[in-house]
């Protein structure tokens, strides 16, 4: 026995087949848009690319047809410039690297000085290499130079020899005490021409700093003598005298301004103990480093007697030493009824 279907059921299914059909076409025809779409932008960009590249191409052409860039003039400062930024760098990295390693400002100062200078003098000759052809050439300038500066930078030249003493006798470094002809104080900067000192003395007592600033030019090294109160053994004598009258105990006078003097020196003799072995390899001879009180009669008026004590100190706190030890020494001698100092 046969059943047909249901008319609904036939335009149901017509209905989804037919959709179906158009969501497919559809699909289709978005996908060919999407398609074409991505060819004509590929068309673009590979034409902009080219264009782009035949204007760098057209661009690099004329910019290195310039006469100017053909030249060897052009071709020689390029590299000087490259040769000076790479001495530059190095400059710049050694003395970056001494900075973040040494706490020591002196050393800090010597590497940068040093460094700087001799970057100058390896730029100077790499970048004339490239200007004078030929050792010889260089030579034969360099010699007219020389032979020029000679005759009319006598001075200068005179300087720069005695920047080279300077340190290779390894006369005073920065930060020493020194003194030079009438000139003496701390040294605070160092030059191919001159040094820098911060004056001390003069008008002030005991080694004070005046304040004032004192440029000397490095030749005098080579005519004047180079006293260094610190160099090898950091430590200086110094004396305080005290006139007693002719009624005193001087005996006991002597007595108590010695053990006032090793009262006052203790941690420097300690020091001073410690950099003997230097000292030493200096030629430097120290046959006693503790305080002695020395005495001689004074028998021109007003009469008496002289005792002085002669004791180590560092050469930057002699006034301080100074200072503390006549203080105690006062009032040491008002308590004793035997001991008269004379104040004429």
Not at 51 to 70: A, G, Y
Not at 90 to 97: A, S
Not at 139 to 153: D, E, K, R
Not at 288 to 299: A, E, G, N, Q
Request: glycine share 6%; proline share 3%; aromatic share 12%.
């Amino acid at each position: 026995m046969h059943i047909e279907k249901p008319l609904f059921l036939n335009s149901d299914y017509s209905l989804i087949s037919w959709g179906l059909h158009k969501i497919r076409s559809f699909c289709l025809n978005v996908s060919q848009v999407i398609s074409y779409a991505i060819n004509v932008l590929n068309n673009k960009i590979t034409e902009s690319y080219r264009f782009k590249k035949t204007l760098m191409e057209n661009w690099t052409d004329w910019f290195t047809s310039l006469p100017v860039l053909q030249s060897d003039y052009f071709s020689k400062s390029l590299r000087s410039l490259v040769i000076l930024i790479v001495l530059w760098g190095l400059y710049w990295l050694i003395n970056r690297i001494v900075t973040q390693r040494t706490i020591d400002v002196n050393t800090r100062y010597s590497w940068k000085t040093g460094t700087r200078y001799v970057f100058l003098l390896l730029g100077v000759f790499l970048v004339g290499r490239l200007w004078v052809q030929g050792l010889s050439t260089i030579f034969t300038v360099l010699g007219l130079i020389g032979a020029a500066l000679t005759i009319t930078q006598k001075e200068a030249l005179m300087n720069l020899t005695g920047w080279g003493v300077i340190f290779w006798r390894n006369l005073f470094a920065l930060g020493d005490r020194i003194q030079i002809g009438t000139h003496q104080g701390d040294v605070i900067g160092m030059g191919p021409f001159y040094f820098t000192l911060m004056e001390i003395g003069n008008w002030v007592l005991s080694d004070q700093s005046t304040g004032r600033i004192i440029n000397v030019p490095n030749n005098l090294v080579w005519t004047t003598p180079v006293a260094n109160y610190t160099r090898s053994f950091p430590y200086i004598w110094h004396e305080i005298s005290f006139h007693l009258t002719p009624e005193s105990d001087w005996e006991k006078g002597k007595q108590l301004l010695k053990e006032i003097g090793e009262k006052h020196t203790i941690e420097v003799n300690k020091n001073a103990q410690l950099t003997l072995p230097k000292a030493q390899e200096q030629n430097i001879i120290v046959s006693k480093l503790t305080p002695i009180v020395y005495m001689h009669h004074r028998s021109e008026k007003p009469s008496g007697y002289v005792i002085t004590l002669r004791y180590l100190c560092e050469p930057k706190k002699r006034r301080d030493y100074e200072q503390i030890i006549i203080e105690d020494t006062l009032k040491t001698f008002r308590a004793e009824e035997t001991i008269n100092i004379r104040w004429e």
